[in-house]
Nanobody, 115 residues
Framework: QVQLVEYGGGLVQPGGSLRLSCAAS????????MAWYRQAPGKGQEWVAT???????NYAEYVQGRFTISRANRENTVYLQMNSLKPEDTAVYYC?????????WGRGTQVTVSS
């Protein structure tokens, strides 16, 4: 079975940086697309960034130039480097893995941007 666990959430000042990681356990035939989503209090879930099986990266417009998604040498680990953080980035961040058998989610990690 597949399990995803996020790490790295916490409290950071506006303009600061934070690095999230997501470790996926399990055995896979190939590299799977992975993504980050977030959900702010009282709001719906929104997509943040995706890294495809080929390494292509895509970002939501509101994080373009500030966030960077990457994959570790171990293909089951993905990172989200967040720079120039804003209060509106405050949310629970979720890691997602897309496989031929379905979509898997982590339980989320809280990111709070506040002075």
């Amino acid at each position: 079975q597949v399990q995803l666990v996020e790490y790295g959430g916490g409290l950071v000042q506006p303009g600061g940086s934070l690095r999230l990681s997501c470790a996926a356990s399990g055995r896979f035939f190939s590299v799977n697309p992975m993504a980050w989503y977030r959900q702010a209090p009282g709001k719906g879930q929104e997509w943040v960034a995706t890294i495809t099986s080929g390494g292509s990266k895509n970002y939501a417009e509101y994080v373009q130039g500030r966030f960077t998604i990457s994959r570790a040498n171990r293909e089951n680990t993905v990172y989200l480097q967040m720079n120039s953080l804003k209060p509106e980035d405050t949310a629970v961040y979720y890691c997602q893995m897309q496989t031929s058998m379905g979509v898997y989610w982590g339980r989320g990690t809280q990111v709070t941007v506040s002075s």
